[in-house]
T-cell receptor, first 116, second 113 residues
Framework: AQKITQTQPGMFVQEKEAVTLDCTYDTSDPSYGLFWYKQPSSGEMIFLIYQGSYDQQNATEGRYSLNFQKARKSANLVISASQLGDSAMYFCAMREGSSNTGKLIFGQGTTLQVKP | DVKVTQSSRYLVKRTGEKVFLECVQDMDHENMFWYRQDPGLGLRLIYFSYDVKMKEKGDIPEGYSVSREKKERFSLILESASTNQTSMYLC????????????FGNGTRLTVT
């Protein structure tokens, strides 16, 4: 079974509007961390934001915020005031606390295109 | 800033060749990882290492091996390259800790013909 699911292969958003990228996860581990990465066409993976399973508040980093709904096992990324430079592929990832590897499990990714 | 450097941006190899992908990090991170990225599949873990000379198989280790002789360097080896190993290979490193992000290199796009 997929541990991380991103159901939107591609998304469009108008410049200056907000956009939500969906991510659902599956784990029985009570301790876990959720990450979002951005991958522009140049290929580098850029860490955006982190949410811990025990964090009481939704994480925010500048124009990025994470809509964390623990009961629904969703961790959607919200980008406010979209910019042309936000056009990229976005990956959601999870680290399980019981894992002794420290590995991140990644979703399939969502391609976001910002229209001028 | 953490820097993870992959030795090659693009590689073209022939079927059956032995291929070495090198990765170096400069932040004294304990953990290092090799992922491959394919369209529609996201990133899949090939191997990882949590200490010098220590390695563990990831989700898709078949056809690959790794070497970590020094803390800063983690090498991925394709013993006999095949066309289904044509992919983007990403190296990453991290500290211990559930909230520690992975820091990635720029990737190596490998084509096996």
């Amino acid at each position: 079974a997929q541990k991380i699911t991103q159901t939107q292969p591609g998304m469009f958003v108008q410049e200056k509007e907000a956009v939500t990228l969906d991510c659902t996860y599956d784990t029985s581990d009570p301790s876990y961390g959720l990450f979002w990465y951005k991958q522009p066409s140049s290929g580098e993976m850029i860490f955006l934001i982190y949410q811990g399973s025990y964090d009481q508040q939704n994480a925010t980093e500048g124009r990025y915020s994470l809509n964390f709904q623990k009961a629904r096992k969703s961790a959607n990324l919200v980008i406010s005031a979209s910019q042309l430079g936000d056009s990229a592929m976005y990956f959601c990832a999870m680290r399980e606390g019981s894992s002794n590897t420290g590995k991140l499990i990644f979703g399939q990714g969502t391609t976001l295109q910002v229209k001028p | 800033d953490v820097k993870v450097t992959q030795s090659s941006r693009y590689l073209v190899k022939r079927t059956g060749e032995k291929v070495f992908l090198e990765c170096v990090q400069d932040m004294d991170h304990e953990n290092m990882f090799w992922y491959r990225q394919d369209p529609g599949l996201g990133l899949r873990l090939i191997y990882f290492s949590y200490d010098v000379k220590m390695k563990e198989k990831g989700d898709i280790p078949e056809g690959y091996s790794v070497s970590r002789e020094k803390k800063e360097r983690f090498s991925l080896i394709l013993e006999s390259a095949s066309t289904n190993q044509t992919s983007m290979y990403l190296c990453a490193s991290s500290r211990d800790g559930i909230n520690s992000p992975l820091h990635f290199g720029n990737g190596t796009r490998l084509t096996v013909t």
